[in-house]
């Protein structure tokens, strides 16, 4: 009697567990996942919701922390790290070309910097999405993706003013503070991305300060005084106080309010 009991009950334990299984193939072609595993979750490449991938497994980071392993640096990189590094690229490439246009005052210089910027976006919007459509987190994800992110979009735009005009010590002081307004919002993120409230998604639901990548608004303003020839004495609203002491362009305060808005604690910006 016992042991035919015993059949009965390991029956029935199936029977759930075969139903529970099917329920969460259900919810999936729903686009609703009721589960914390997300190997099955459908992805799209061009989707705006970012829920949480799996952390990184104990042979991934063996590999990556172990000296028995050749090229373990190159080895651990995902395809989403390949991307984010292409964002990097494009930031230093831009500076590049700010230094030509220095050098040679060929306008093409500078608007190829301002391309390359942009270019950069597209490799930052891309590399989390691929993370997410391949279902693999990486060890160096985040931060490669802050340090790109200061390059493209704080110390490029910073080239890009001072080489279409704003060369004064202000303003150069100025175009430090922004940098460093972006440096210091990179590192808060990274340190309190976990402790920010999240949705039942498990996706952050806003921004603390301006993310860096709005820094592209003023690439977009610099490129339309570029393309306008409204750069160097001709920059809007001109010098102040010119040969003197503190002598700077008013325009470049923009950046200042722009670094200010980055490491504000009191600017939240709701996630789309």
Do not use: W
């Amino acid at each position: 009697m016992s042991e035919l009991r015993s059949r009965k009950i390991a029956m029935t334990e199936n029977e759930v567990g075969e139903r529970d299984h099917a329920q969460v193939f259900s919810d999936e072609s729903d686009g609703e996942v009721n589960t914390p595993t997300l190997s099955r979750r459908a992805s799209s490449i061009f989707s705006f919701s970012a829920p949480p991938l799996e952390p990184p497994n104990e042979t991934d980071i063996e590999m990556f922390t172990s000296d028995e392993y050749h090229f373990s640096m190159v080895r651990n990189l995902h395809l989403a790290d390949f991307i984010t590094m292409l964002n990097g690229f494009c930031g230093f490439y831009s500076i590049v070309s700010c230094l030509r246009f220095t050098l040679t005052e060929k306008p093409h210089y500078v608007q190829r910097a301002h391309f390359f910027i942009f270019l950069g976006m597209c490799f930052d919007f891309f590399d989390g999405r691929v993370a997410r459509l391949r279902n693999r987190s990486s060890l160096m994800g985040q931060e490669l993706d802050s340090l790109a992110d200061l390059v493209s979009f704080g110390v490029a735009p910073a080239s890009v003013a001072f080489a279409i005009g704003f060369q004064t010590t202000v303003d150069v002081l100025v175009l430090s503070f922004f940098v460093l307004c972006g440096l210091a919002r990179l590192a808060r993120f990274n340190v309190t991305v976990a402790q920010l409230p999240k949705d039942s998604g498990g996706k952050s639901k806003y921004f603390e300060g301006l993310p860096m990548p709005t820094s592209l608004a003023l690439v977009l303003g610099m490129a339309i005084l570029v393309r306008r020839g409204l750069i160097m004495d001709k920059l809007p609203l001109g010098v102040f106080r010119q040969g003197l002491l503190f002598e700077c362009h008013p325009a470049v305060f923009v950046f200042m309010l722009h670094g200010c808005g980055m490491i504000s604690k009191s600017l939240k910006i709701p996630k789309p």
